[in-house]
């Protein structure tokens, strides 16, 4: 073992500086004494080198890692023990394993678990940035790996720099291959990761003056892609949950419809009514939100058994939506469900506060019911009310009290599109009609650079359904009767001048708007985020399939499995077939070949080299072993070692000339003091002389 192994100066600033660079992008993650104490274990390993410190001691070491690891607990005790503790333990033995380094395979342990950290950080990030931060860490940690097993002859910054490169270019193609054919059997990372209340949009309840916060978010929900031409703006409902129970100030759902209804369906053969008109197919890309529902278009039937749809046509997943996630769906504008609507579902469309002090509200529903002639001439009755009487739609709406309808609608009359959906069902279910909350977003920004739709978070909404006799559930959106113009051209149309827009949005994204050139750049880096998302973070099995399809035909995965498996096969038979003549003199350089026929000899008479013996420790034991021929051997080994490993200056042919004749004559010795000992032994190397 190499106990007194120094590592040379260069490899350990390599190795210094990819730790340094892995354990960068979680600046921002990780606790602030973890990085400080990763940068006191380089400053310590430096001082070591420079033999201004000594290795720490075994007391050092304990006191080091029995303060770090109640530290790391007390961090994270109320995540429990999750991936970010992990993390922190495994960098805190990393950039500890630094202060212990004395063997080579020391270093070697370090620069792989570097390599390990890089991987780790696709699990928390999969943007581009991410991804060329990863690939600036991979060619610095194998430039650290080729600077440790250079002799220091070659050993520069030039030279590292240009091999590493080299090799990290050299392993692109095949990573592209094995990338796109590699059947996958699951997403690349699947961990779920903690996300901010920032992100995650929509909630399960509403209160007036919530989803007005959403405004204050410029924030990506999610980007849809449709197959053919996008539906109109004012047609963009993204429908999330239903909110069917009003306890007085909030509105949520009722219960789990999907564990009281059960059944799901997935195609319009299959609806509780009748879908018209032609579908329209879209492919959804969602940021993680932390929650179990996924958002689509009105009556979007499935095509992916990941997500599932409850009584409601609200769309759920099995599990927390905690990385980017990619999902197919088909929807159809022109429909009629519940055609008959079953009693559970009426009452709770019908639903109202048992302590109701909304009692002007009802007054007026009552008033504008007896002067309607049906239930359908109700319904624009109210949504007239709301068109006529001085509603005003704004971002920043006041408080309410806890007659919450009856401030709203006599006295505050400014409200955001919460406040208007939730009085509007509120002044139908007091008449006996059903009806109930819708949540989601409505709209979106097109980005003509890829032919998609970025749907914000600020483009939150919610509206109302209302079941009508012969139509099933019916859309009705009261915001679009204050102003029109937040359903027909977006919400930035309405609150493009007021305080509190997108304010958390950083540098606001309305100046990138008003500056054509910027707003192009902004569109296009943003097209090329969301290429990547669908094309690499997003490409799972079917994608694969499909593409795979598209190039070889029906029978591509058979093809593709076939092709690889024997690729493979003949990549390990090649491979075997070269590392078994690797061995072989005759792959050997002349000069090689030459000193291992002197070594050959050798063993004929007496003084075999031994496997793991360098060319100088061989030459040291035969010169104590046989005195006779020290200086002769000293000569050959010193003018072989210049050969072979010196600088290219130094490899003259002169200086070959004499390398030649000195062996010659130094075997010439050795076997002829072999034959007068009587050794008949003959080497390889001299019977092909």
């Known amino acids: 073992m190499d106990i007194n192994y120094q590592i040379p100066s260069l490899a350990l600033l390599w190795v210094l500086a990819a730790l340094l660079l892995v354990i960068l992008p979680g600046a921002l993650r990780l606790p602030p004494w973890i990085l400080l104490m990763a940068l006191a274990c380089m400053s310590w390993r430096l001082l070591i080198f420079q033999g201004r410190v000594s290795y720490p001691g ?38 500890f394993k630094l202060l212990e380094m004395q063997h080579k395979r020391d270093i070697v342990i370090v620069i792989i678990l570097a390599y390990v950290l890089i991987m780790i950080g696709f699990i928390y990030s999969q943007t581009i940035p991410a991804g060329l931060h990863a690939l600036l860490s991979v060619m610095v940690t194998t430039g650290a790996l080729v600077a440790l097993n250079r002799d220091n002859a070659r050993n520069n910054f030039a030279d590292t720099s240009l091999l590493a490169v080299q090799l990290v270019l050299q392993s692109i193609p095949l990573t592209l291959i094995l990338f796109v054919l590699v ?18 949009g929509v909630t399960d309840e509403m ?68 879908a018209l008109g032609e579908p329209m197919d879209y492919d959804v890309i969602l940021e993680p939100t932390q929650q179990t529902w996924v958002y689509g278009m009105q009556l979007a039937a499935v095509a992916s058994g990941d997500i599932v749809q409850d009584r409601n046509y609200s769309l759920h997943t099995a599990k927390p939506i905690t990385q980017r996630m990619r999902y197919q769906l088909r929807s159809w504008s022109d429909y009629q469900v519940d055609l008959q609507l079953p009693g559970a579902l009426r009452a709770r469309a019908l639903q109202l506060p048992q302590n109701d002090s909304n009692t002007r509200s009802a007054a007026l529903a009552q008033e504008l019911r007896a002067a309607s002639s049906d239930e359908r001439d109700y319904v624009n009755r109210v949504m007239r009310h709301f068109r006529e009487q001085p509603f005003y739609y704004t971002l920043s709406p006041p408080l309410l009290g806890e007659s919450s309808i009856d401030d709203f609608l006599f006295e505050t009359r400014e409200g955001f599109c919460g406040h208007y959906a939730g009085s509007f069902v509120y002044l139908l279910r007091a008449v006996g009609i059903p009806a109930r909350v819708v949540v989601g977003y409505q709209g979106g920004e097109y980005n003509p650079f890829e032919n998609y739709t970025m749907v914000y978070q600020y483009n939150a909404h919610a509206w109302a359904e209302v079941w009508l006799e012969g139509e099933g559930w019916v859309r009705f959106d009261p915001t679009g009767a204050v102003a029109p113009e937040r359903i027909s051209q977006g919400v930035e149309a309405v609150f493009a001048d007021q305080p509190g827009f997108m304010e958390d949005a950083g540098f606001s994204m309305m100046r990138f708007r008003d500056t054509q050139w910027l707003n192009t750049l902004r569109l296009r880096l943003d097209a090329i985020d969301y290429a990547w998302n669908r094309w690499v973070v997003s490409y799972d099995e079917d994608l694969q399939l499909a593409f795979l399809e598209e190039m070889f035909g029906e029978n591509a995965r058979s093809y593709v499995v076939l092709a690889l498996s024997t690729s493979t096969a003949l990549i390990f038979t090649v491979a075997a077939y070269f590392l078994l003549r690797g061995g072989r003199g005759q792959r050997r350089d002349p000069m090689t070949r ?96």
């Not at 429908?239 to 059960?262: E, I, K, M, P, S």
Request: proline residues 5%; contains cysteine.
């Open 58 to 95: 075994i007391l050092v070491k304990m006191v080091i890692v029995f303060t770090a690891l109640p530290l790391t607990v007390l961090q994270y005790r109320a995540q429990g023990v999750g991936l970010d503790a992990a993390v922190c333990l495994l960098i805190l033995g990393v950039v």
């Open 183 to 200: 059947p996958r059997i699951g997403p690349l990372w699947t961990m779920p990761l903690p996300v901010s209340s920032t992100k995650t």
């Open 207 to 274: 209160t007036p003056g919530d989803i007005s916060s959403l405004g204050r978010s410029g924030e990506l929900a999610f980007r849809v892609s449709f197959e053919g031409e996008a539906p109109s703006h004012e047609r963009l409902y993204w429908r999330g949950l239903v909110l069917d129970f009003f306890d007085g100030q909030t509105w949520r759902r009722a219960g789990n419809t999907l564990l009281d209804y059960g059944m799901i369906r997935r195609y319009p053969s299959e609806f509780r009514g009748v």
């Open 594 to 689: 030459s000193f291992l026929a002197l070594a050959a000899d050798l063993e004929a008479s007496g003084l075999p080299r031994r496997k793991s013996e360098a060319p100088m420790d061989y030459c040291a034991r035969v010169s104590i072993e046989r005195p006779e021929l020290a200086s002769a051997m000293q000569t050959v080994t010193r003018m072989y070692v210049q050969l072979c490993y010196a600088t290219p200056e130094a490899d003259s042919e002169q200086l070959r000339r004499e390398f030649t004749l000195a062996l010659q004559a130094l075997r010439r010795r050795v076997l002829s003091r072999a034959r007068r000992a009587g050794l008949v032994a003959v080497s390889t190397f001299s019977r092909q002389r």
